[in-house]
Structure formats: structure tokens, C-alpha cells
């Protein structure tokens, strides 16, 4: 089991930043991908962003391309998402997850766990 401890959230106007934050712990060898998925009121949970565990191949929703940037420090079993020149639409709660496949094209898949999430508002 892996545990998962998100931080960073907040509230920003339209074209600021945020970088989050998702310490995870445990048996994170056990895990292939780590990931951000976001769900706003009243919507599905959809993936954001995604990253493989000790590699480099990144996925992104086309909503975020060229704006949002996962990375990973793998010493510190921390993954971080950079948000640039937000949008009210990417308002919602942030949650950080650890799944068993990755591709470069559909993310990380196959979820095992999941943070507790944190808030994001983005104000037009």
C-alpha cells in the first residue's frame, strides 16, 4: 500500500500560479505511475497529468498542455505539478494518485491509491 499526502492548493486569479505538492510513502515500488486527476462540481474525475515512476515519459490532458508540468524527485518519493497561466475552468480538488500502468498516451491507469485531495480556485 502506498500512502499519498497532497499540498499547495489554493486560490489564485485567472493567470496566476500554483505547484502542488503529493509526498507519497510506503510500498512505492509496488507502483508504475504517479498522476494528477481533478474533479471539479458537478463533473467526473478526469486525469491531468502523469508521470512514470524514475523515468522521464510525461502525459498530459490536451486541456493543460503547454501549461501545467509534472516532475518527480525521486529521493524524496515527491511528485510536484506545476500550474501555469490558469484558467477558472481548472478549478476544482486536486488529487494525487499512484497507479500499475502507465502509457504515454492514456496516463497512468489502473489506480491503487489515492490522496486526499486539495483544493484549487481559480477566480476570472
Known amino acids: 500500500q502506498v500512502q499519498l499526502v497532497e499540498s499547495g492548493g489554493g486560490s489564485v486569479q485567472a493567470g496566476g500560479s500554483l505547484k502542488l505538492s503529493c509526498a507519497a510513502s510506503g510500498d512505492t515500488y509496488t507502483r508504475a505511475c504517479l498522476a494528477w486527476f481533478r474533479q471539479a462540481p458537478g463533473k467526473e474525475r478526469e486525469g491531468v497529468a502523469a508521470i512514470r515512476i524514475g523515468g522521464s515519459s510525461t502525459y498530459y490532458a490536451d486541456s493543460v498542455k503547454g501549461r501545467f508540468t509534472i516532475s518527480q524527485d525521486n529521493a524524496k518519493n515527491t511528485q510536484f505539478l506545476q500550474m501555469n497561466s490558469l484558467k477558472p475552468e481548472d478549478t476544482g480538488v486536486y488529487y494525487c494518485?499512484?497507479?500499475?500502468?502507465?502509457?504515454?498516451?492514456?496516463?497512468?491507469?489502473?489506480?491503487?491509491?489515492w490522496g486526499q485531495g486539495t483544493q484549487v480556485t481559480v477566480s476570472s
Open positions: 494518485a499512484a497507479g500499475v500502468a502507465y502509457g504515454d498516451r492514456i496516463g497512468c491507469r489502473a489506480i491503487k491509491d
